[in-house]
Nanobody, 125 residues
Framework: QVQLVESGGGLVQAGGSLRLSCAPS????????MGWFRQAPGKERELIAA????????YYTDSVKGRFTITRINANDTVYLQMNSLRPEDTAVYYC??????????????????WGQGTQVTVSS
């Protein structure tokens, strides 16, 4: 069953911004690290941003540092990915994911075991 639901994807011109949201469905993830992955056509899915369960520590892959920001609101278990200065190479399906409970390894893609269905982000040049 669906555990996480993403929203906010769409088509945007290069240089534009989008904000993705991720909310839980049917269970709580307040003690779990949360991450955003993306998968472009012909490429492997990669972890691009993550935040620990407290919201005190974040991780970003180099290609999005300074452009993307991950935040979480534990009161409603919602996680956001603010994406600015978008580039055509950011085009991908973006997935929200939750880690194993209480893991300290929020920056490790192997820790993520709960997934959303993905939302398409397309950046035109």
């Amino acid at each position: 069953q669906v555990q996480l639901v993403e929203s906010g994807g769409g088509l945007v011109q290069a240089g534009g911004s989008l904000r993705l949201s991720c909310a839980p469905s049917g269970r709580a993830f307040s003690k779990h690290a949360m991450g955003w992955f993306r998968q472009a056509p012909g490429k492997e899915r990669e972890l691009i941003a993550a935040i620990n369960w407290l919201g005190a520590s974040t991780y970003y892959t180099d290609s999005v540092k300074g452009r993307f920001t991950i935040t979480r609101i534990n009161a409603n278990d919602t996680v956001y990915l603010q994406m600015n200065s978008l580039r055509p190479e950011d085009t991908a399906v973006y997935y929200c994911a939750a880690s194993r409970s209480s893991t300290p390894l929020y920056y490790s893609s192997n820790e993520y075991v709960y997934w959303g269905q993905g939302t398409q982000v397309t950046v035109s040049s």
